[in-house]
């Protein structure tokens, strides 16, 4: 995205501080693996490629955002509105939430959760019953032992199976 709109390349951490898996020979391989974050960051020797990438990719994230902005500004809504307001007045609040809720999590009712999933399991046995009783109709008592969540079985009880 950021390409596209400010043309400006996004470069994956992985492709600056990449370090190559070792083989079981002990060469280097092809994959590169990526250090922790810490260690990118406190070692002498990748320190400034942290920072210089660190300050290029929040310049990025800013200059992806002016432009994002502008084109929704850019956009009109409703009633004189743009869509840049209806992204202030909707999404930024429904995402802050989303954030709480990661944060600080919800309430879960445990009684009722338990409650209803003895009632799926119910549905589901009474579900599994009836299927048995229609294929029981179909192909006679094979139609007990088919089980309703194999592919291949269903497959077979509805188009038959090969020669």
């Known amino acids: ?62 200059l992806l955002h002016r432009e994002l902005m502008a084109k929704l500004m ?23 939430l989303l954030t709480d809720m990661e944060r600080d999590g919800i309430y879960v009712d445990t009684k009722f959760l338990k409650e209803a999933e003895e009632t799926a399991r119910k549905v589901i046995r009474d579900a599994e019953f009836l299927f048995h009783r229609w294929a029981v109709s179909k192909v006679g008592d094979v139609g007990w032992y088919i089980n309703p969540g194999s592919g291949p079985q269903i497959q077979t009880l509805l188009f038959g199976g090969s020669v």
Do not use: C, H
């Open 74 to 96: 850019d956009m009109r809504y409703e009633k004189g509105l743009n869509m840049f307001d209806f992204y202030s007045r909707y999404l930024v609040p429904f995402g802050e």
């Open 1 to 62: 995205l950021t390409l596209d709109l400010i043309g400006r390349r996004k470069v994956p951490m992985v492709e600056i501080f990449g370090v190559p898996r070792l083989k079981k020979d002990g060469s280097p391989g092809k994959i590169l693996d990526l250090p922790p974050v810490e260690e990118l960051q406190n070692k002498p020797e990748t320190r400034e490629k942290w920072i210089e990438y660190s300050a290029y990719d929040a310049e990025g994230t800013w």
